[in-house]
Every structure is written in C-alpha cells, then in structure tokens.
T-cell receptor
Framework: SAVISQKPSRDICQRGTSLTIQCQVD?????MFWYRQQPGQSLTLIAT?????????ESGFVIDKFPISRPNLTFSTLTVSNMSPEDSSIYLC??????????????FGSGTQLSVL | AQTVTQSQPEMSVQEAETVTLSCTYD???????LFWYKQPPSRQMILVIR??????QNATENRFSVNFQKAAKSFSLKISDSQLGDTAMYFC??????????FGTGTSLTVIP
C-alpha cells in the first residue's frame, strides 16, 4: 500500500491565522485528495489535487479559503486560511492509487487535528 | 447522486463474538467498488476490505467478510472472533469511476472484554 506522511499531526491555532498542511507520498500518484472530518462526522471531500493543474473543489469549498498546491507527483499542501473555530476538524490527505498503479483503493495519511481558538 | 447509509451509529460486541455492521447505498452506476474502512482513536483510516461490484463472490480478509447484495444495494461487514483492537469507527464507502469516494456516517464499534 502507499505510505502517506502528513504533518503536522496536530496544531492549535489562533483565529484569523493560516495553517499549511503537508502531504508526502512514497510513490508517484496522479490524484491526491483532501478530506475534512468534523468532530463526530464522516469524511467530506474538500478538493482533488492533480499535478500541473488547479485543484478541483467540491461544493461548499473555495480556493481562497483552502488553497492547494501540487508541485509534483508525490507532494501536496493544503492551507486553511483565515481560520475560525468552525474550521476545527481533522484534515486528511489521501491517494487513490497503490504503488503498482491500481486506482481503486483509497489510502490515507494519519491526519492533522486542527483546533482553532 | 450517490449516497451511503449506515443506520447503526453505535454497536458493541463481546470479545470473541461475531458482529455485523450494516451499510446500504444508492447509485445508478453498474461498475463500482465498495469498501469498509476502520478509524481507531489514532485517526488513521485503515482499509479493512474491498469489494468489486462486478464480482458476485463476497470478499474475505481473515476475520472480516462482507455480504454483498447488489440488487438490494446492501454491503454489510461481518467481524468474526472480535478482538479488543477492533474497537474503532467503521466507515462504509462507495467509489465510482473517476475515483470519487462517498463515505457513510460511520458506526462506532466497541469490543467488550
């Protein structure tokens, strides 16, 4: 399976600041996904990040609030901008590809627990 | 639109017993994949088992097996010989072409010693 390193693992931030979450994969993958998991809730897809193009955002999420970078096939960042307490969530990076290239499995990083005061 | 429903928010089972978690889904697709993911308190989402919709045979992974009923759009997970380490949130998920995943709301499973 793909190994995904995500950092920071947790952070406590002040209202109005921004936090950038990094995601590193041990193999080249075409598509990377960013999910949000609010307390006690399921996973909601924020956006799909493809290398060399702008991320595709889901309804309710905008680039100004959640800018994403995808500089190469193994790395992506998600920034949570101008944070408010409502942004307190777990943010998860994932890829739908194993090292052999099969694209019908979803692998996750260990998540970033964000608390906004 | 695709939806995934898990009707059991919480369940418990005695250690060494068997438990079944329910999942139903709604889709107009014919080719898709179904998954069960486990999320222990560590937050790490772990793939438990995967089923390809075009395969009639139910997937099995050691103590974990599924009952896939395509016509009924049902995909339940059976955990045999439950262990304390099975305590976690379990999410049912659906994937269609294009890698779009849809997750259910989860079932919190507690294994009682």
């Amino acid at each position: 399976s793909a190994v995904i390193s995500q950092k920071p693992s947790r952070d406590i931030c002040q209202r109005g600041t921004s936090l950038t979450i990094q995601c590193q994969v041990d193999s080249q993958v075409t598509m990377m996904f960013w999910y949000r998991q609010q307390p006690g809730q399921s996973l909601t897809l924020i956006a799909t990040a493809n290398q060399g193009s702008e991320a595709t955002y889901e309804s309710g999420f905008v680039i100004d609030k959640f800018p994403i970078s995808r500089p190469n096939l193994t790395f992506s960042t998600l920034t949570v901008s101008n944070m408010s307490p409502e942004d307190s969530s777990i943010y998860l990076c994932s890829v739908a590809q194993d090292p052999q290239g099969a694209r019908e499995k979803l692998f996750f990083g260990s998540g970033t627990q964000l608390s906004v005061l | 639109a695709q939806t995934v429903t898990q009707s059991q928010p919480e369940m418990s089972v005695q250690e060494a017993e068997t438990v079944t978690l329910s999942c139903t889904y709604d889709t107009s697709e014919n080719n898709y994949y179904l998954f069960w993911y486990k999320q222990p308190p560590s937050r790490q989402m772990i793939l438990v088992i995967r089923q390809e919709a075009y395969k009639q045979q139910n997937a099995t992974e050691n103590r974990f097996s599924v009952n896939f009923q395509k016509a009924a759009k049902s995909f339940s997970l059976k955990i045999s010989d439950s262990q304390l380490g099975d305590t976690a949130m379990y999410f049912c998920a659906f994937m269609k072409r294009g890698n779009q995943f849809y997750f259910g709301t989860g079932t919190s499973l507690t294994v009682i010693p």
